[in-house]
């Protein structure tokens, strides 16, 4: 880890014990916005989709012969057929069942991706499929009022899956807006999700790169120098963030061959606080690690202003 003026005003010394405590004590423990909880666009334009079809199958809700009443709608509207998924809270349209897990030939095939054309068999298989799901007798047996009501709340349920990748975005977006600000003081250019060819097409600079599909979460040119950033925030402690750690390390050395490349990782989030040891082994191998806190602080400034 390079030695910045930044520390010493921040962890009020250059240490690396100093400075590594310093950014382990300031980890963000969220990024999220309003936005984060949940896309409610997505939600409300997942069960428009299927309002029709759902307010059709109401009509069967709470009747005693409620599977006949099922078939016989789906033979007439095989459209309906496209609903059946979401009832068990699933987005797929095509599934293989095994009937018997101790046979692995027992599998059988339901498919829901051209619902409007379903024929008879297909129509029948499908309300097969929501027998042996137990669906059919869960909206028999219970209280379900309205499908429409109740797949609002399963897609409200499915979106939280995606607030993972919501939180890399908005980490993304905060540091698109401090990367933003800090080159517009300084005078400089930047890129956003940064292929190799998007950079040598730009500046005429050619990066070597660990993998094919690399792209960098931002570059930044001063003068000569081009630097490469990679943002991550993690809530949570896995195996991502050791092989995250090592793909870095490897990367910073890759990309030391070329004295005008420099290389910053902007992580972030409390994950990091049971995963130490694999950050620290990134901090002292690689010249720039820093947290949002560290970054805004100066870090970055400092960095960017101080090589062309």
């Known amino acids: 880890m ?8 921040l962890a009020g010394s250059c240490r690396p014990d100093d400075v590594f405590a310093y950014l382990l004590r300031t980890l ?21 989709d299927l309002e029709i079809d759902l307010n059709l199958l109401n009509s069967a809700l709470g009747k005693p012969d409620f599977r006949n009443r099922i078939e016989r709608l789906a033979l007439e509207y095989p459209r309906v057929v496209a ?17 018997d897990p101790r046979r692995l030939d027992s599998g059988v095939s339901y498919d829901f991706s051209d619902a ?4 008879e068999k297909e129509v029948k298989a499908a309300v097969e499929f929501l027998d042996k799901s137990g669906a059919l007798q869960a909206f028999q047996d219970r209280s379900t009022k309205n499908l429409v009501d109740y797949v609002t709340g399963v897609e409200v349920g499915l979106d939280t899956n995606a607030r993972k990748n919501r939180s890399g975005h908005m980490m993304e977006a905060i540091v698109d807006h401090l990367i933003s600000t800090t080159c517009g003081r300084l005078g400089l250019e930047y890129i956003a999700q940064a ?3 998007a950079i040598s097409s730009r500046w005429h600079i050619e990066v070597p790169v660990d993998k094919a599909d690399r792209r960098f979460d931002f570059a930044i040119r001063n003068g000569r120098a081009l ?16 092989s995250t750690a090592g793909e870095y390390i490897q990367l910073q050395q890759l990309l030391k061959g070329s004295p005008q490349l420099h290389f910053i990782w902007l992580t972030d989030g409390p994950g990091w ?16 690690v820093f947290n949002l806190h560290v970054a805004a602080a100066g870090a970055l400034d400092e960095v960017l202003a101080s090589i062309d």
């Open 273 to 288: 606080l049971n995963t130490q040891a694999n950050l620290r082994e990134a901090f002292d191998a690689n010249d720039y």
């Open 2 to 9: 390079k030695e910045l003026r930044v520390f010493k005003e």
């Open 83 to 99: 609903a059946f998924p979401i009832l068990l809270a699933c987005r797929e349209k095509k599934y293989l069942v095994l009937d």
């Open 195 to 197: 292929t190799r060819q």
């Open 28 to 48: 963000m423990p969220a990024v999220a916005t309003w936005s984060y909880f949940v896309n409610w666009a997505k939600v409300s334009a997942q069960v428009e």
């Open 116 to 119: 409007d054309h379903a024929t």
């Open 227 to 242: 630097h490469v950033l990679e943002v991550n925030y993690y809530h949570d402690t896995g195996t991502k963030l050791k």
